[in-house]
């Protein structure tokens, strides 16, 4: 399957985005899908998944309560709305893709989007 992310940008603090991963090529309800951040000098990190059919959610805990992970399988699509937004958001944000939960979360994942630029000025 392949991944095409998108909807980042320059935002100020307190601002809202939408990520947008857009799928192609498989069958989008059978993978879990993840989001995923690196920042300059960082090591890629898990920001939230959603599970095949959308039943469950999970994030990382600097996300919570802020970030929304959703799906729609009859498009083949998944968004991660981001609220709130602050400087430690800043970061390039990937999607990813896997047909196992543990596997996506460890960031082992079979499928990655090229990533898309969130930055967050204070």
């Known amino acids: 399957v392949q991944l095409q992310a998108s909807g980042g940008g320059l935002v100020q603090a307190g601002d809202s985005l939408r990520l947008s991963c857009l799928a192609s090529?498989?069958?989008?309800?059978?993978?879990?899908i993840g989001w995923f951040r690196q920042a300059p000098g960082k090591e890629r990190e898990f920001v939230a998944s959603?599970?095949?059919?959308?039943?469950?959610?999970y994030y990382a805990d600097s996300v919570k309560g802020r970030f929304t992970i959703s799906r729609d399988n009859a498009k083949n699509v998944a968004w991660l709305q981001m609220n709130s937004l602050k400087p430690e958001d800043t970061a390039v944000y990937y999607c990813?893709?896997?047909?196992?939960?543990?596997?996506?979360?460890?960031?082992?994942?079979?499928?990655w989007g090229q990533g898309t630029q969130v930055t967050v000025s204070s």
């Open positions: 990813a893709a896997d047909q196992g939960l543990q596997t996506l979360i460890k960031g082992q994942g079979a499928y």
């Open positions: 090529g498989g069958t989008f309800s059978r993978y879990v």
């Open positions: 959603v599970t095949w059919s959308g039943g469950s959610r």
